[in-house]
């Protein structure tokens, strides 16, 4: 399905990704994880087309991506900042999108799952963080595709609202969709994500399940787990 390859990028003096491989083969939610900095949001911009990779390949479903942009269409992407215009309502921006998107979308059950009925004639700079963050929520989940990319997804959400969103991660994981999820919130990891990715100095340090990365760094606590990842202590 994902099949990346020698994946290279330097910004400036920085390699952020060195000769890094990836391959993602079946549906489910895969969290991407590392230290602040390690290269997530540039390893997920490099798969959307947002970053030109230095050197390697990134291949989705057996065709280059590079250079092309039809695949996009199939993916949603919730950024880790959304920077919304100000002067729209949440209607009008959702509207946009819908029609950028020209696909079916499911906005109003997400509404209503979100509770954000209430600020939908409200323009988005005056919204809270929290709700922003809902409205940037409904837009990623609002059309059906196959892969959903989600950078740091709780982010300014009441507990509440996690617990929705992580009924919602379950039921797309239940359609056969594949999820990628960067978060440092490790006990909303441990309850959604099915495998481990982790990098680490550029490339995937480790990859697996949450069972694996316990047994192999001899933790039965998950944030333990990473932190010892993190430090290199595990070996
Ligand atoms: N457009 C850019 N120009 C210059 N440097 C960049 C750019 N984008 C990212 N970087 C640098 O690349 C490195 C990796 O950034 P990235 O955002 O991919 O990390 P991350 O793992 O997602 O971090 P965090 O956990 O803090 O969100 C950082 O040192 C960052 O400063």
């Known amino acids: ?101 020209n696909k079916d979308t499911n906005e109003d059950e997400l509404i209503d799952l979100f509770k954000i009925e209430k600020f939908k004639n409200k323009k988005l700079g005056v919204l809270s963080g929290g709700t922003k963050q809902k409205v940037n929520l409904v837009l990623s989940f609002m059309v059906d595709t196959d892969i959903i990319i989600l950078d740091e997804p709780t982010t300014g959400l009441d507990p509440v609202s996690v617990i929705s969103l992580k009924e919602l991660i379950e039921k797309e994981k239940n359609k056969g969709k594949t999820i990628l999820i960067t978060s440092h919130i490790i006990n909303f990891v441990e309850e959604v994500s099915d495998d481990i990715i982790f990098l680490l100095d550029g490339k995937i340090y480790f990859k697996g399940s949450i069972a694996l990365l316990k047994e192999q760094t001899n933790n039965t606590n998950l944030e333990m787990a990473i932190a010892n990842l993190i430090l290199k202590q595990y070996d």
Do not use: C, H
Request: no cysteine.
């Open 1 to 101: 399905m994902i099949d990346i390859k020698n994946l290279s990028k330097k910004f400036g003096e920085i390699e952020v990704l060195k000769d890094l491989n990836l391959e993602i083969t079946k549906g489910g939610v895969f969290a991407i994880l590392g230290p602040n900095g390690s290269g997530k949001t540039t390893l997920i911009k490099s798969f959307l087309g947002m970053i030109i990779p230095d050197k390697g390949t990134i291949d989705y479903n057996g065709k280059s991506v590079l250079g092309e942009w039809e695949y996009r269409t199939n993916i949603s992407y919730l950024p880790q900042i959304a920077n919304f215009p100000n002067n729209l309502t949440v209607s009008e921006l959702i509207n946009m999108v819908k029609n950028l998107r």
